[in-house]
């Protein structure tokens, strides 16, 4: 008998949770199942560029389960992309986080935000919309490079007078 899989954290569902090439009807194409935990991996590895021992303590999961994830979504994708089938998201042993910390930039206030609840408006102090998540929870950004490096690329004279 196999062991049950324990439930992989996930911060976040995906918004469209159905892709398809275009041009070509659904009868006609064969479907690849991506389950949240796999979504959840290529998020945090890919696009928001974290380390994999990094990536498996957001999902609470061990590295080497992490990397078995990691890997089956990326054959997926890439069987999908290039075999031309489309990609249904669902299913999959997972728990929900269940907060967002976010911080205001001006007042510099934080506050919890219940996960589904969207993005709030305004700071409920100081109401404010300057407000983003807090360094903790976004991991090392979009750009994948840590957070000291989101520099705009023309900006080489702030980039010197740092580096001196």
Request: glycine share 10%.
């Amino acid at each position: 008998m196999a062991r049950p899989k324990c439930a992989r954290l996930v911060n976040e569902f995906p918004n469209t949770t159905f892709f398809k090439p275009r041009g070509i009807p659904l009868v006609e194409l064969e479907e690849i199942t991506l389950a949240f935990d796999e979504y959840e991996a290529l998020r945090l590895a890919d696009l928001e560029g974290l380390y994999q021992e990094d990536a498996a303590s957001k999902m609470n999961i061990s590295r080497p389960t992490f990397g078995r994830i990691i890997g089956s979504a990326h054959k997926k994708v890439a069987d999908a992309l290039i075999n031309g089938k489309a990609i249904k998201i669902e299913g999959g042993v997972v728990t929900m986080a269940q907060k967002r910390t976010f911080e205001c930039s001006d007042c510099e206030h934080s506050w919890e935000v219940p996960f589904g609840t969207g993005r709030p408006a305004s700071c409920p102090k100081c109401e404010s919309n300057n407000l983003h998540r807090v360094e903790s929870e976004r991991g090392l950004g979009r750009s994948g490079r840590g957070i000291g490096c989101r520099r705009r690329r023309g900006n080489t004279t702030a980039l010197a007078k740092e580096t001196k």
